[in-house]
């Protein structure tokens, strides 16, 4: 009896799923698939991390700057201090900046309207530059996330068909020719899944937090036009 069972033990097959031994059992155009998602899942990942400390670090940047700025004397001396490398609000405020001290060479404006439009529209148009560089990445998380599965599913259709075809060339059609090979052909549209979720609910996420980092840069503009809306009456 403790024989047979010690035979039974040995003849059986694993007790689990072996995600290597099912990429190495696979047929080299579904292990490409593999391959190839789990190389786009590793992408997304860093992607995930980077952009997640990249985000903290300008929100930091901008507020430390932000508040600095409504302290501050001169826009001049605090560009001497602060600079605009890496601040998105700097740049914000120096495209404003620019457009001021160009329109106000002679020490008098010609056009007070106009020039309200032009420092509106010079900053304004510096947000969407700061915000289409913090999402330019993100276009990556889009695509993985809604090609991935579709791209496993091909892996998939392929290793079924494969397996088809060996029902054909074995003349047999038992569980045990079967079974193999549609395991193997799962796991390509798992390993899709597994890359496409994490990139569709970090795009969402992402891509929120830009949204509101480019409506926290548009309320600075919005006041810092203000500010200078001021000045221009007096001239």
């Known amino acids: 009896m403790t024989d047979l069972i010690t035979l039974a033990a040995a003849t059986a097959g694993p007790g689990r799923l072996d995600p290597v031994q099912l990429f190495l059992d696979a047929d080299i155009v579904v292990q490409a698939v593999m391959l190839g998602l789990l190389l786009a899942s590793v992408w997304t990942w860093t992607i995930i991390v980077s952009f997640s400390m990249r985000m903290a670090a300008v929100r930091r940047r901008c507020r430390d700057y932000e508040t600095d700025f409504w302290e501050a004397d001169s826009f001049d001396a605090l560009m001497a201090k602060r600079g605009k490398k890496d601040i998105a609000s700097a740049r914000v405020a120096a495209a404003g900046m620019r457009e001021w001290k160009a329109s106000v060479k002679n020490g008098r404006v010609a056009d007070r309207d106009g020039l309200r439009q032009r420092l509106a529209g010079a900053m304004h148009g510096q947000v969407a530059v700061e915000a289409d560089e913090l999402a330019n990445r993100l276009n990556f998380l889009a695509t993985v996330g809604s090609v991935a599965p579709f791209v496993g599913l091909f892996g998939t259709v392929w290793g079924i068909m494969n397996s088809f075809f060996q029902i054909g060339q074995q003349q047999n059609s038992s569980l045990a020719v079967v079974a193999p090979g549609i395991s193997e052909a ?19 996420r992402f891509s ?28």
Request: no cysteine; proline share 2%; net charge neutral.
């Open 186 to 204: 799962l796991f390509a549209t798992a390993i899709g899944l597994f890359a496409a979720i994490p990139a569709v609910i970090a795009y969402n």
């Open 208 to 235: 929120h937090s830009v949204n509101a980092f480019e409506a926290r840069m548009q309320r600075f503009a919005d006041r810092f036009h203000t500010s200078l809306s001021r000045e221009i009456e007096a001239h």
